[in-house]
């Protein structure tokens, strides 16, 4: 959709490689990285960067928790040098980031942060700092909490569940913009028992974030949205019996194949 809005544009993606030549460039990091192959057009993270410097402010992981806990891959080289940055916690704290050889730039740099952290007291001072920004907002990519979030001064959310129930939160969002808190709230008490879907990885066998993003590809296989629950080497796919487990969560919240 971005590359219909933006022809002129370039854009980077883990998987997918990169499409385009222009000097602002989109870094898309899909949820389906954590698997075998790409789904076109599902971004989980997704950021821009502009010459001469680049930034990337996505997810607030400093790894990808696999099971041998693999650092994130840099995406393919433009114009001969690396492309991938990333905001850590501490970063976004500051309103400092990084460019593409991890260098910290001035905020102007950044439009939107997404803080993922679960660090909600660091996230509402991040908010209250952000308000005299012209053109900058912030992003909570806290599933549980998104209307807690934007009561105090988030402008969105960029939640990982959002790929699998992208309408709940679009009907949370909505609320919340209209002032409807109970209705918010309500939205909100649905993908918390929705997120339930994350446990069900057996203990001790995969990383908490590897249980969840495995969780998340298994529950868009089962609604017709990808074709596989298969990860990314060393990280093991959800079982049968797991697929069951997240197969009745989402009977339970009403959500059918696509």
């Keep these: 959709m971005i590359r219909q809005e933006r022809p002129d544009d370039a854009f980077i993606g ?15 990091d899909a949820v389906d990285g954590a698997g075998a192959g790409p789904s076109p057009g599902r971004g989980d993270g997704l950021a821009t960067d ?15 928790q696999s099971g041998a806990g693999e650092d994130y891959r840099d995406a ?10 990333r905001v850590g916690d501490q970063g976004k704290r500051s309103r400092v980031g990084c460019t593409s050889t991890g260098m910290p730039v001035p905020t102007s740099m950044i439009s ?8 909600d007291g660091s996230f509402r001072r991040l908010a209250i700092g952000a308000r005299e920004l012209p053109q900058f907002s912030v992003l909570t990519g806290h599933e549980l909490v998104v209307d807690a979030m934007m009561l105090v001064g988030a402008d969105g959310s960029v939640p990982g569940l959002g790929n699998v129930d992208p309408h709940g939160y679009v009907r949370l969002h909505e609320a919340a913009v209209r002032g409807d808190w109970a209705a ?10 929705l997120f339930d ?3 069900a990885a ?13 969780a998340f590809k298994t529950a868009l296989m089962l609604r017709g949205l990808v074709t596989t629950n ?14 069951e487990t997240i197969a009745a969560c989402l009977d339970r919240a009403g959500l059918s194949r696509v």
């Design 230 to 243: 298969v990860m990314s080497p060393p990280t093991r796919r959800l079982d049968a019996a797991e697929t």
């Design 50 to 64: 502009v010459d001469p410097v680049g930034v990337q402010a996505d997810q607030p992981l400093q790894r990808r």
């Design 112 to 119: 939107s942060p997404a803080n993922s952290s679960g660090d």
């Design 14 to 28: 883990e998987e997918s490689g990169t499409h385009g030549h222009g000097r602002r460039r989109w870094l898309i």
């Design 184 to 193: 918010a709230r309500s939205e909100q008490d649905h993908l918390v028992a």
């Design 76 to 85: 393919p080289p433009v114009d001969g040098r690396p492309t991938r940055g």
């Design 202 to 214: 057996r203990p001790g066998t995969v990383s908490a974030t590897a249980a969840g993003l495995g």
């Design 197 to 199: 879907i994350v446990r």
